[in-house]
C-alpha cells in the first residue's frame, strides 16, 4: 500500500484540480486545496471529510507570491511535511493576436506562468531543505502545438514545460511531472469571451475526457516508488486530432 502523503492542489475549486483532489482523498492522502472561491473549496473538502477522507481549504490567488508562500507555510505547519504540490491553476481566455486583448494575456501569464513559478518558490525550499518531494506541474496540448486564437495561452503552457524540465535538472531529490491533458470537461472554456471561439472550443469538447481521467494520471505520477521520477504523461481523448 502506497504510503499516505499530504498534497497541495491549486485550483481546486473545479475541473480537473476538484476531481484530482477527491481521487487522491478517496485513495488515502490528506489534501489541501487552494483556490479564490472560497465556498466551492470549502464544500469540497467537506464533502471529502463526509466521505472519511483527510481534507482541508484555504483561500489562494497564485498570482500572490505572498499568499502561495502562506498557503505552503501553514500545509507545512500542521503536517510537519509537503509530499506533492499540483500547480494546477489555470485559465484560458482565448482570442487571436489582433483583438489585442492585452489584459488577457496577462492574466494568462500571471495565473499560468507565474502562479506556477511561485508554487515552486514556495515549496522548493521546503522540499530541498528535506531532500524530498514532488512537483506536478499542468501543461497541455497546447504546450505541444500552437493553434490559431491559442499563441498566448500556448505560450504559457510551453513556458511550464521549459521551467519543469529545467527543475527536474536542476534536481536529484525532487521529482517533477508534467501532466499535458488533451480536451478534459471542466469549466475552462467559461472564460473565452469570443462566443465564437468558445463555440468552437465547446465542440471540440464534445469529445472531452472527464476530469477524472487527468487525476488518475496524477495518482499514477505521485504513488510511483521514489526513485521513479515520471516525466511527463499527455492524456487526450483517444478521437482528439
Ligand atoms: P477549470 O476552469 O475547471 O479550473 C481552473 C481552476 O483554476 C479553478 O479551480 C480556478 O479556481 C483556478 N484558478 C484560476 N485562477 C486562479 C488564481 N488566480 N488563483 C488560484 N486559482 C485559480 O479548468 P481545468 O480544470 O480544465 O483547468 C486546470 C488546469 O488544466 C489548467 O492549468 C488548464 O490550463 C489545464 N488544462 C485543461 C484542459 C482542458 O481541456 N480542460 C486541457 C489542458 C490543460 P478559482 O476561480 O476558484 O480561483
Redesign the pocket.
Known sequence: MVPSKVVLI?????????ATARLLAAAGHRVVL????EE??EAVAKEIRAAGGMAEHHA????SLSAMRSFAAGAQERHGQIDVLVN?????PLSPLDALAVEDWNRMI???IR?VLHGIAAVLPLMRARGAGHIVN?????GHRVDPTAAVYSAT?FAVRAISEGLRQESRDIRVTVI?????????S??IRDNDIRAAVREG?RS?IP?TA?GAAIEYAITQPSEVDVNEIVVRPTMQA
Open positions: 491549486t485550483g481546486a475549486s473545479s475541473g480537473i484540480g476538484e487552494g483556490a479564490r472561491r466551492r473549496i489562494l490567488d497564485v498570482t494546477n491553476a489555470g485559465v484560458m500571471d495565473v499560468n502562479g499542468l501543461s497541455s496540448i497546447s503552457k499535458s491533458p488533451g480536451f478534459t470537461s471542466t469549466e475552462l467559461d472564460g469538447m472531452a476530469a487527468v
